[in-house]
């Protein structure tokens, strides 16, 4: 693949508008799918999705449409940013209209929480005979659409759609690394959102900067046991789309599932807090510890918190007095 390709975004939310404005930057024609018809007047008129991204301007080269059939029409590259739980269903209905020859890059994190399947895996039962990629790493999507320096991994089973949608991505602040780990990219991203509400919930609840850390390091192992559980390579876990991720989004209030995090662990009401994947994703990753039989306290003590079975301070309880030794 080369540049001056049309890149396809499906999803107008700040990660979709960010990964379109990187496109755009990188020399491409791009297309923004978004069903708010606010949000497509905004980024043709304004050059800005304010809904979203506040004052940023985006390219003059990003046009928008709620018209799926004009954005996937001659795409050679599709960015799906459609939400985890809502992407299987969403891709269906535009099944006809995604170009067979365009590799389909997953840009959501999660598991879908009714089957315990990775996006990939659901997808793959819709578009059977599509080529299928996955984007994740540390990523803000104000730092992407800014043109700050970022990477990220794009992984495929397909060795060779991974390489050329790395190399059709890249540009000067933005760098993507290709695997065929696709499995391990896709655990890294979906359990790290997890992590990082159990991050927050230590910080809105006050109890200071080394309990976080505690956290985020034993949460690592945790992710570790689960990705070699279902088949990821050690050397994923630890790279971009694992460690990094993991590092950036339990750190920083500009992450919604840290947010989301310090809202709960400070008794805040939650029922206005914008979209946070690892609600969904954390008894589903709990159940799946239990079926393979992985001790994952932290991901468990998540995911009874965010079902009021518990609260924060039994967690607390519970994860300090769990006798433990440091190969566990």
């Known amino acids: 693949m080369t540049k001056d390709l049309k890149v396809a975004v499906l999803g107008g939310g700040a990660w979709g508008t960010a990964l379109a404005v990187m496109a755009a930057n990188n020399g491409h024609q791009t297309m923004l799918y978004a069903r708010d018809a606010a949000t497509v007047e905004d980024v043709n008129r304004n050059h800005q999705n304010q809904r979203y991204l506040g004052d940023i301007v ?24 459609i939400p985890a739980q809502a992407m299987g269903a969403a891709l269906a209905e535009m099944a ?34 599509h080529q299928l990629a996955s984007l994740s790493g540390p990523s803000f999507a104000t730092d992407v659409a800014r043109g700050l320096p970022t990477a990220v991994t794009i992984a495929s089973k397909n060795i060779a759609i991974a390489d050329q949608v790395s190399v059709a991505l890249s540009g000067a602040a933005f760098r993507c690394y290709s695997t065929d780990d696709l499995t391990g990219v896709e655990i890294g991203g979906s359990l790290k959102n997890v992590l990082a ?110 079902a009021g079975e518990i609260t924060i301070d039994d967690a607390v309880t519970a994860l300090i007095n769990r006798p433990l030794k440091i190969e566990d």
């Open 96 to 129: 006809e209209l995604i170009p067979q020859s365009a590799p389909l890059v997953l840009c959501a994190k999660g598991i879908e929480r009714s089957t315990g399947r990775l996006m990939s895996e659901v997808v793959s039962e819709v578009l059977p005979t």
């Open 197 to 306: 509400l159990a991050a927050g919930a230590a910080i809105g609840r006050g109890l200071g900067a080394s309990a976080q850390a505690a956290l985020v390091t034993r949460g690592f192992v945790e992710l570790r046991r689960i990705g070699h559980k279902m088949g990821a390579r050690a050397e994923t876990i630890m790279g971009l789309s694992g460690l990094g991720d993991l590092m950036l989004t339990c750190s920083s209030p500009q992450s919604r599932n840290y947010s989301y995090g310090m809202a709960l662990g400070a008794g805040e009401d939650l029922s206005r807090r914008p979209l946070a994947e690892g609600v969904a994703t954390a008894p589903i990753a709990a159940e799946l510890c239990l079926k393979y039989q992985i001790a994952a306290p932290i991901i468990d003590a998540t995911a009874a918190l965010l």
């Open 58 to 81: 985006l390219p003059a080269s990003v046009h928008a449409s709620s018209e799926a059939a004009e954005v996937l029409s001659g795409a050679d590259i599709v960015l799906s940013v």
